[in-house]
């Protein structure tokens, strides 16, 4: 059973630095295209980002500008790294996997931002 398991999350102030890593138990990690998201309680679940080889990453609105996400197929985990965070980045953080039918997803990482 693939298992993804994200870390990195806590507490940080506004306008600090976070890299919230996902660390993935797929046996082909390098083919999978890894998506990072966010949800807050009563929000759907929204989009920061994906990578996948080949590829830029492709980042949407939500953060654009903000973060940047790279994957290490050797150690087979995938990064967010988030600068001049808000009190609006608050949320859990979650990462995802997917290759064409077969998608895993995280338990997810709190971030909280707040003075």
């Known amino acids: 059973q693939a298992q993804l398991v994200e870390s990195g999350g806590g507490l940080v102030q506004p306008g600090g630095s976070l890299t919230l890593s996902c660390a993935a138990s797929?046996?082909?990690?390098?083919?999978?295209?890894m998506g990072w998201y966010r949800q807050t309680p009563g929000e759907p679940c929204e989009l920061i980002g994906t990578?996948?080889?080949?590829?830029?990453?492709d980042y949407a609105d939500s953060m654009k500008g903000r973060v940047t996400i790279s994957k290490d197929n050797a150690k087979k985990t995938a990064f967010l790294q988030m600068n001049d965070l808000k009190p609006d980045d608050t949320a859990v953080y979650y990462c995802?996997?997917?290759?064409?039918?077969?998608?895993?997803w995280g338990q997810g990482t709190q971030v909280t931002v707040s003075s």
């Open positions: 990578i996948r080889d080949g590829y830029s990453p």
């Open positions: 797929l046996t082909l990690f390098n083919i999978y295209t």
């Open positions: 995802n996997a997917a290759f064409f039918g077969a998608t895993y």
